[in-house]
């Protein structure tokens, strides 16, 4: 299995542009996880999916930024305008429903924005 | 809610020497304990788990186990090597099953 692929693996953009961040989880993996890391704050739970269905987005910082999965094998965070305190490596992370399973991450896109 | 608490980094210590990051939590229920680490450049990894009480997780020399009486997962190596200089994790699954909470990291530089 190629693990959980995402792209791009670095992006630099400048301040108001629209940022879009790409993950494919591993086959059969029902739940999929994005997190934001940086020095000051950690690492960060943003948003996950069950089935495909957003459960829990409480960790999205403000409404400029929205995740989707349109199917099991695909799945996008947009941040749309961008800022420079957006900067931070952000992870995609898939695992099953079972209870005791690990997660699998993604290598992580780092994004600068100017 | 759940949380994790583990010791703040970095830590430096020269190779073969006896390595201990503390890790302790507040949980209902009964959760699951993991360590991941982290190497640069790369994602986190599963590095050991336990599921219940007791439990003791191991894997490439490194141990931890789940105390419930203290709330507490410590991670220990007997001898480090330069290869296992990385951030490693503690975190819990909550009881329900959903999220996994993670703690601070701990970063770890192990010289030669």
């Known amino acids: 299995d190629a693990g959980v692929i995402q792209s791009p693996r670095h992006e630099v953009t400048e301040m108001g542009q629209e940022v879009t961040l790409r993950c494919k989880p591993i086959?059969?993996?029902?739940?999929l996880f994005w997190y934001r890391q940086t020095m000051m704050r950690g690492l960060e739970l943003l948003i996950y999916?069950?089935?495909?269905?957003?459960?829990?987005d409480s960790g999205m910082p403000e409404d400029r930024f929205s995740a989707k999965m349109p199917n099991a094998s695909f799945s996008t965070l947009k941040i749309q305008p961008s800022e420079p305190r957006d900067s931070a490596v952000y992870f995609c992370?898939?695992?099953?429903?079972?209870?005791?399973?690990?997660?699998?991450f993604g290598p992580g896109t780092r994004l600068t924005v100017l | 809610g759940d949380s994790v608490t583990q010791m703040e980094g970095p830590v430096t210590l020269s190779e073969e020497a006896f390595l201990t990051i503390n890790c302790t939590y507040t949980?209902?229920?009964?959760?699951?304990l993991f360590w991941y680490v982290q190497y640069p450049g790369e994602g986190l990894q599963l590095l050991l788990k336990a599921t219940k009480a007791d439990d003791k997780g191991s894997n490439k020399g490194f141990e931890a186990t789940y105390r419930k009486e203290t709330t507490s997962f410590h991670l220990e190596k007997g001898s480090v090597q330069v290869s296992d200089s990385a951030v490693y994790f503690c975190a819990l699954r909550d009881t329900g099953g959903f999220k996994t909470i993670f703690g601070a990291g701990t970063r770890l530089f192990v010289k030669a």
């Open positions: 086959s059969g993996h029902d739940y």
């Open positions: 949980a209902t229920g009964y959760p699951s």
């Open positions: 992370a898939s695992r099953t429903g079972r209870k005791y399973n690990e997660q699998f």
């Open positions: 999916f069950n089935n495909n269905v957003p459960i829990d």
